[in-house]
């Protein structure tokens, strides 16, 4: 009999391993819905050409989605961006843009206080801009000029629709820079150009992390952070 129940409690331990083991990797799983950014040390900033279009602060935003470890429970929200584009005819060839991190909302349909032991996204939105995060009271925005702009590949998938270009720009938060690149769809006419992207960062490329090193409070949120720019400028 004993030898039966230590069987059977073997049998459970190894079921509830695999189970696990399954678990892990089904939420590991997210699927992408952005382009993987490709990063590298900061880089010269392109030279200005053509005419400034300025950005319109009311139209333009970041739109930020974050996840728990495997994808779950995103938490999302936006900033309001502004700044230039340089443009030579219908060419994007350089611009710099601020976010306010003072205007990051998080979306109330992103946190449920009931799941969230009574946090509500506005306790999210303070605990993003206090020193743990972003540290607004000594790092107000969030800035990106471009250092480079390319046709796209031939052949280059993408999950931003339409992509026609590739850009590159020194991405600076907090006190931070590193070049990112990744595609985008650039559109001109009319006196008005549109910039969008879809495209996943890690955070801790910039060093954005909840607490020490190794912390188990910041293990549980995903390093990645999926970004949706979407950027209307004008003469």
Not at 29 to 37: H, I, L, R
Not at 104 to 124: F, I, N, R, Y
Not at 160 to 173: D, F, H, P, Q, R
Not at 180 to 191: C, D, I, L, R, S
Request: glycine content about 6%; hydrophobic content about 35%; proline content about 2%.
């Amino acid at each position: 009999m004993q030898r039966i129940l230590i069987n059977n409690q073997f049998t459970m331990k190894k079921l509830s391993i695999l189970a696990l083991s399954a678990f892990l990797f089904a939420v590991s799983c997210k699927e992408s819905k952005t382009d993987n950014a490709s990063t590298s040390t900061e880089q010269a900033v392109a030279e200005q050409k053509g005419e400034t279009y300025t950005v319109n602060a009311d139209s333009s935003l970041v739109k930020w989605t974050g996840y728990h470890k495997g994808g779950l429970n995103p938490r999302f929200g936006i900033m309001k961006t502004s700044g230039t584009l340089t443009l030579d005819g219908d060419n994007l060839t350089s611009g710099s843009l601020s976010a306010d991190v003072n205007t990051l909302v998080t979306d109330p349909a992103s946190v449920d206080p009931a799941q969230s032991e009574g946090k509500t996204s506005a306790d999210l939105d303070s605990h993003l801009k206090s020193a743990d995060f972003f540290d607004v009271a000594k790092y107000p925005t969030v800035k990106f000029e471009i250092t480079k702009v390319e046709d796209l590949a031939a052949g280059t998938e993408s999950k931003t629709e339409g992509a026609n270009k590739t850009v590159s720009g020194n991405l600076t938060i907090k006190d931070k820079t590193v070049n990112v690149t990744f595609p985008a769809k650039v559109v001109v006419a009319n006196g008005k150009a549109e910039l969008t992207s879809k495209f996943t960062i890690n955070r801790q490329d910039w060093g954005l992390a909840y607490g020490a090193e190794g912390d188990t409070k910041d293990w549980m949120i995903s390093q990645e952070v999926d970004l949706e720019l979407h950027v209307v400028a004008t003469k």
